[in-house]
């Protein structure tokens, strides 16, 4: 296992260019399951969730041939099971259940379990496949659907908003018989881009970027060509990044109205956001304010924004309060961060953040992909030396770190686990 070493205290300035993101990139290749022809994605970044789900859809028979920063998908499915092995390495591999019951009206998932954040259970996805007529039980751990006669169009009002749900059943709903409604659906710029590619497959979708989706289904989806979006999450990260260490850095590509509330609290914080034809200018240029925030689903603050949110709060001046309504498990970087000498109280999904005049470095671990960045978020703006173990979380879902660190004159390496 490997560990990042960074030395702190250097505000950063440079350009950081933007990666695809990498939670659109997860549903849009298991569109590959859709079609029997090409589908093409650009813009894809390299990323090791990126690597799982193409493993699991080379097991189904997709191979993903990767050129460059495009992934080239194509082939016939021929096993429509999802291994344990596989999907106990990344839940998004639930999202093969809705193409692959569309499909070839049967599919064998594994059943995700719990998770570092939470119990993440996905009846929704489930109910949503029932009412488009599937049949499923829950054997030995796989959930084993089949749709004998095909899926067929339904009515369905999600009881609360879920990204993983949506996909699933916008992608099932493409190919199903008849209109399906998705109601109170997820508005994520991850789902818009979904839509966009499912359309230039030939799905016929309306209210794109709304919470009501309609999809009149179609007999068969072709290939297409698509360019993923830039990742907000990883904008978001990099922005605080620039503000904890007082630095300017320009976020390549990236997209400020993808953004929803993570714009306004950082501005609200004293950040400097400048929207550019090249991307967004962030800057910290004066100290920083407590800033309270509530996760919620797009477009308010996003869960996963909360952990490196949380970082810059612990050297803003007075007092913020964060609270996370999305997942039940979701502070294990407060008694990190508060090894740095964050002064950090959770409480239930409540946390408040009492700003302290600087961090201090430290070993630290991480706990998963986002509490990971928090921690190196933590290490840039502390005093001396810290060393952050476990970066197999990082490198699920951050492309290049040191080396887009390193371009705005952070000292960040990748050494050997102490
Ligand atoms: C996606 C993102 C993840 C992000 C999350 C919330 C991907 C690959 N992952 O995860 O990074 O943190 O959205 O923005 O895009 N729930 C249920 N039953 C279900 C489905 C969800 O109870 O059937 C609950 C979850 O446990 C959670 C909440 O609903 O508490 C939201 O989860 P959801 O939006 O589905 O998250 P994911 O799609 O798993």
Not at 376 to 382: E, G, N, S
Request: one cysteine or more; glycine letters at 10%.
């Amino acid at each position: 296992m490997e560990s990042i070493r960074i030395t702190g205290g250097i505000p950063l300035a440079g350009t950081i260019p933007i990666s695809g993101a990498k939670n659109a990139a997860l549903p849009l290749m298991t569109c590959g399951l859709l079609t029997d022809d090409r589908l093409v994605l650009s813009n894809v970044a390299s990323l090791a969730d990126l690597a799982t789900m193409a493993q699991l859809l080379a097991q189904h028979g997709i191979a993903v041939e990767p050129s460059g920063r495009t992934l080239s998908l194509g082939g016939r499915i021929t096993n429509a099971t999802a291994p344990y092995d596989i999907v106990s390495k990344m839940r998004a591999s639930i999202l093969v259940l809705g193409p692959l019951l569309a499909r070839v009206h049967e599919a064998r998932v594994s059943l995700p379990g719990g998770c570092n954040i939470g119990t993440r259970p996905v009846d929704l996805h489930l109910k949503g496949l029932e009412a488009m007529g599937a049949t499923i039980k829950l054997e030995a751990g796989y959930i084993d659907a089949t749709a004998p006669t095909g899926l067929h169009g339904a009515n369905i009002v999600f009881p609360f908003v879920s990204v993983g749900a949506t996909e699933n059943l916008l992608m099932a709903a493409s190919l199903a018989d008849g209109l399906t409604t998705l109601k109170n659906a997820a508005r994520e710029p991850e789902i818009t881009d979904l839509a966009t590619c499912l359309i230039a497959m030939g799905a016929n979708i309306q209210g794109l970027g709304s919470d009501t989706l309609t999809i009149q289904g179609v007999k068969t989806l072709h290939g297409a060509t698509h360019a993923i979006l830039p990742d907000r999450i990883e904008t978001g990260t990099y922005a605080c990044a620039a503000a904890i260490t007082g630095g300017k850095i320009l976020l390549q590509n990236a997209r400020a109205a993808d953004l929803g509330a993570v714009l306004s609290s950082l501005r609200e914080a004293g950040v400097i956001i400048t929207d550019s034809p090249d991307g967004l200018w962030v800057e910290r240029a004066n100290g920083l304010h407590g800033v309270d925030i509530v996760t919620e689903p797009f477009p308010g603050f996003p869960t996963d924004m909360q952990a490196q949110f949380m970082a810059l709060m612990a050297v803003a001046e007075g007092a913020s309060m964060v609270t996370e309504t999305i997942f039940e498990n979701r502070f294990m970087h407060v008694p990190e961060l508060n090894r740095m000498g964050a002064r950090i109280n959770a409480h239930g999904a409540s946390a408040i953040i009492r700003g302290v005049k600087s961090l201090s470095g430290a070993q630290v671990m991480a706990t998963d992909l986002r509490a990971s960045f928090s921690l190196v978020l933590a290490a840039l703006a502390a005093s001396g030396e810290s060393v952050i173990s476990r970066v197999y979380h990082l490198d699920r879902g951050y492309e290049a770190v040191e080396a887009k660190l390193r371009g705005c004159g952070a000292h960040i390496e990748r050494i050997a686990a102490l």
